[in-house]
């Protein structure tokens, strides 16, 4: 049995189970006379509680499949609401009747229990009033004896003869037929509700599940596509550095091509993660340093002001190698006697720091939109939820500097 099933069916035995439960206490403590003396209605009231029990729960359990099947979670409110009505009206009536047809049939009837002794309780009054075999009933002259017996007869017990001197029985207490349907309306429906309000929330809570697995998939989806970009994007630029090495200096080139193995071998690596330490996107960051230093020679400088503390920080993989990929391609080169690369990395107000400054300016040539750095803020705000800032601006007057502050991960 499936573990939702077995919860409904504890839900259904400890929901309905709660009336009969009341009922028993305060039979026992406060109408034990009424209900359980003699034996015969003892065992009777307790054959009723049973009776009524089972067909609450096979009127429901029989609603909620005729729910299921009509796949009410999917009606707009207004057919919801009719739905209620002649969902409550229907099995309050199948409840209702069926255990009151069920007691009568197996005999177990509080209400033909109560017929039947009310019965012998008119028997036994006309024959001390000396009434028996005599046409009393006969009389309807209000002020004669016959017709003021007969009345309290059927007043005290509900029985009559009527002018064929045959029995028979008027309810002296209607309300309790209202009183027993009204109070089975009253309890289908606060089933009914619980089980729709219970229900909605499910449904409710399923799809805020499914909105944030989508989320899920979409972001992942994104990031992916951002790195598979990333490293097509490095390498080229790799290999154009390589290019220009193979004729002017094959030894530089083929040292050149370790240098890309290695970036190559650490970029595969860190493939498929989010982040990687900072301390292994520096390793990337100096083998391409290395790379292009092969290039530029003294006309590129670099520096490295790097707190230990910070080593272990994550940050999404080749972004440091973008950012100083980006510092030699538009300030560097542009430069004829070249420039410095300078690359911090520190704690500063709860923040993690991570900046790029080099020699250069922001010109117009510059596009702050590129790809690289496009895809630098879009994982920034994917990973960390809009909690990262980057920013590019001039400083020094000479200098370009790239700063990026994520949240403190420790």
């Known amino acids: ?23 028993l206490f305060f039979v026992f403590f406060y109408a034990n006379d009424m209900y359980l003396k ?41 057919r919801v609401i009719a739905l209620f009505l002649l969902s409550v009206t229907l099995t309050g009536l199948v409840s209702f009747y069926g255990a009151k047809s069920t007691a009568v049939l197996t005999g177990y009837s509080l209400v033909e229990y109560d017929k039947r002794e009310a019965f012998k309780a008119a028997v036994s009054k006309e ?27 059927k007043k005290s017990t509900g029985w009559y003869r009527n002018s064929a001197g045959n029995w028979q029985y008027e309810d002296q207490d209607k309300g309790r037929f209202w009183w027993d349907i009204i109070l089975t309306f009253l309890f289908v429906s ?17 799809d805020e599940i499914d909105k944030i697995s989508l989320e899920k998939t979409v972001k992942e989806l994104e990031l992916n596509t ?6 097509p994007h490095f390498i080229f630029n790799s290999l ?4 220009a090495l193979v004729d002017e200096n094959p030894q530089r080139a083929r040292t050149a091509i370790t240098e890309l193995s290695n970036i190559l071998r650490s970029s595969m690596q860190v493939e498929k993660m989010e982040t990687v ?30 707190d230990e503390d910070t080593l272990e920080q994550p940050v999404p993989p080749m972004m440091l190698q973008t950012l100083v990929e980006n510092a030699i391609k538009h300030g560097i ?20 720091e991570l900046i790029v400054q080099n020699t250069g300016t922001l010109s117009d040539e510059f596009v702050p939109e590129g790809f690289g750095l496009k895809s630098t803020r879009d994982r920034l705000k994917f990973l960390f939820q809009g909690k990262a800032d980057f920013q590019i601006t001039k400083i020094n007057g000479s200098e370009v500097q790239a700063r990026i502050v994520m949240p403190v991960s420790f």
Not at 240 to 243: D, M, Q, V, Y
Not at 333 to 352: C, M
């Open 226 to 231: 951002i790195k598979s970009h990333i490293n």
């Open 190 to 206: 606060l089933w009914l509700l619980l089980y729709m309000v219970w229900h909605y929330l499910v449904r409710n809570r399923k």
């Open 1 to 23: 049995m499936r573990k939702t099933t077995l919860r409904y069916w504890m839900c259904q035995v400890l929901g309905w189970g709660i009336w009969p439960a009341f009922t």
């Open 127 to 153: 024959k001390a009033l000396n009434l028996s075999g005599t046409d009393y009933y006969r009389n309807t002259q209000k002020e004669s004896d016959g017709y003021t017996a007969a009345q309290n007869i």
């Open 38 to 78: 003699p034996i015969e209605k003892r065992n009777i009231f307790f054959a009723v509680l049973a009776i009524e029990f089972l067909w609450n729960i096979l009127a429901t359990h029989t609603l909620r499949y005729v729910l299921k099947k009509l796949n009410w979670i999917t009606f707009p409110s207004n």
């Open 277 to 306: 330490p900072l301390h292994k996107e520096l390793d990337i960051v100096k083998d391409y340093l290395a790379l292009e230093h092969m290039r530029f020679e003294e006309r590129l400088k670099i520096e490295m002001d790097i």
């Open 240 to 243: 154009n550095s390589i290019r």
């Open 333 to 352: 080169s542009k430069k004829i006697k070249g420039g410095v690369v300078r690359v911090t990395s520190k704690f500063t107000d709860h923040h993690f």
